[in-house]
């Protein structure tokens, strides 16, 4: 497969998103990423350590696709910690029609934070059904193909790869 975004591409910008955020969120009292289980796993665990301030990790689980075909989001798993209070930051592979940050939001919003922010990997621009206000950070905007790797899946394939490429057939 021939990578969309290489390995030194995703570092580099990683890297630019975690200088963003540790600017914007210093002197903030409790940071908290939440990342969508499982696709911003891998992108959550670079971001997380490119950002240089006191912060806490936690994650939701949501399922919204069915190989190609996405569907309804479900809640698959709950966060652990208590986010009252704090400012999150959501953390998420890839944003298509926004239906799954949609359903994540608001189940976020009942539990209290004093902020809410959307840090995305990706980001389909064309197809982007609602407004998202909240998604302030982007890595790439990307074309409509259906993408692997870095964490995204196809039937739970490839998120080992450590670059983002176009599935292709
Ligand atoms: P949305 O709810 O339509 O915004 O879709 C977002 C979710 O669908 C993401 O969290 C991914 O899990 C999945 N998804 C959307 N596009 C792709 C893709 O190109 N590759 C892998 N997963 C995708
Ligand atoms: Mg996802």
Known sequence: MKPLL?????ALRVAELGAEIAAD???QPDLVLVGILRGSLFFLADLARAIDLPLRVDCIGLRSYDGTVGGEPRITADLV???AG???IVVEDIVERGATL???LAMLRARGPA???V???LRKPGLVRVALPELRYVGFDIGPKFVVGYGLDHDE???NLPYVGVLEG
Do not use: E, F, P
């Not at 290489?6 to 995703?10: E, M, N, V």
């Open 6 to 10: 290489t390995a030194d591409q995703l």
């Open 25 to 27: 969120y210093r002197g």
């Open 115 to 117: 902020d809410i922010a």
């Open 157 to 159: 394939l490839y998120r």
């Open 102 to 104: 949609t359903t994540a």
């Open 119 to 121: 840090c995305s990997l």
């Open 86 to 88: 704090a400012s999150v």
């Open 81 to 83: 910690n208590d986010i």
